[in-house]
């Protein structure tokens, strides 16, 4: 038996990496599956997985839009409760770490990262709430390592991350009377395809093999993670087996963060 039979699971991000590979678990699970992103064309990917596993068009429904959008937040809740009638799990895993030709820097970048990574994120969940308080069920992040170690490179990301966590934690402590759950997944280094198509694209290919060094010394297990990894421990949080899980946030790295400093290893 699946651990989602009859759970009824929403998952924003789920036209590629961590998200796709965690919709794809919960249907496999025997969950009824919301899946979303803004272009339709990788989002089909992630319908075609979905039926290639036998889900058929009653077991998961495809909604393309900008998660930024209020409207389409609403539009995702309101949607999935028409076709099913419930919610059990809502994943929030759609996230940026920049904007395309700005400055790193600059506040448009700024408004831009903390509006999808925080903004959407508290809005999206505050409009499902109510619907998971009438299944008891919970609510799994997806935030990353970038939360508890600094990066300058995407400063903004690690401050909207941290942010994430301390949502996490405060709500779990607000609604653990009701019988909700928050938690997070804080990914480390995964093998996600916004990763490899960097590395592809990239012209200074003695450059990609010093990062590919770098990431076999820096992680104790000597690789990346893989999206089906993630995916498995965001299915954790979201199952009855981790029912007394609460403001968890759990760190899946290989070991990285914790890696000794005297190596000279920083992320």
Same mark, same amino acid.
């Given at each position: ?9 929403i998952?924003?991000?789920?036209? =590629? ?6 919709? @794809?678990l919960f ?7 919301t ?24 077991? #998961?429904? %495809? ?6 959008n209020?409207?389409? !937040? ?5 949607k ?11 994943? +929030? +895993? ?8 700005? $400055?790193? $820097? ?15 994120? #508290? ?14 069920? +919970? @609510? ?22 941290? %942010?994430?966590? !301390?949502?996490? &934690?405060? #709500?779990?402590?607000?609604? %653990?009377? !009701?019988?909700?759950?928050?938690? +997070?997944?804080?990914?480390g ?11 592809? $694209? ?9 990062? !590919?060094?770098? @990431? ?6 000597? &690789? ?18 981790? =029912? ?9 790295d ?14």
């Amino acid at each position: 038996m699946g651990r989602f039979i009859n759970k009824v699971i929403i998952v924003t991000g789920s036209s =590629s990496g961590i998200g796709q590979a965690a919709a @794809i678990l919960f249907a496999r699970e025997g969950g009824k599956v919301t899946i979303t992103g803004k272009n339709d064309i990788t989002l089909a990917e992630t319908r075609q997985k979905l039926e290639k596993l036998g889900a058929s068009v009653e077991n #998961y429904l %495809a909604l393309v839009g900008d998660i930024e959008n209020e409207l389409f !937040q609403a539009e995702l809740i309101s949607k999935t409760i028409e076709k099913w009638g419930r919610l059990d799990v809502l994943v +929030n +895993n759609a996230s940026v770490s920049h904007k395309p030709g700005a $400055d790193i $820097d600059s506040l448009e970048v700024f408004d831009h990262v903390f509006s999808i990574n925080v903004r959407s994120l #508290y809005q999206l969940t505050i409009l499902a709430l109510p619907h998971i308080l009438k299944t008891k069920g +919970n @609510i799994v992040s997806v935030s990353s390592i970038c939360s508890f170690r600094p990066d300058p490179s995407c400063s903004f990301y690690c401050m909207t991350k941290a %942010a994430v966590d !301390q949502f996490c &934690r405060t #709500y779990a402590v607000k609604y %653990a009377p !009701q019988g909700i759950r928050f938690n +997070n997944v804080n990914p480390g280094f995964t093998r996600t395809p916004v990763f490899a198509k960097s590395q592809h $694209d990239s012209v200074d290919k003695s450059s990609i093999q010093s990062e !590919q060094t770098f @990431i076999t010394e820096a992680i104790p297990q000597g &690789r990346m993670a893989t999206c089906p990894e993630m995916a498995e421990a965001i299915a954790f949080l979201a199952s009855d087996q981790a =029912s007394y899980a609460n403001g968890t946030c759990l760190v899946v790295d290989g070991a990285f963060s914790i890696n000794s400093p005297e190596k000279g290893i920083r992320l």
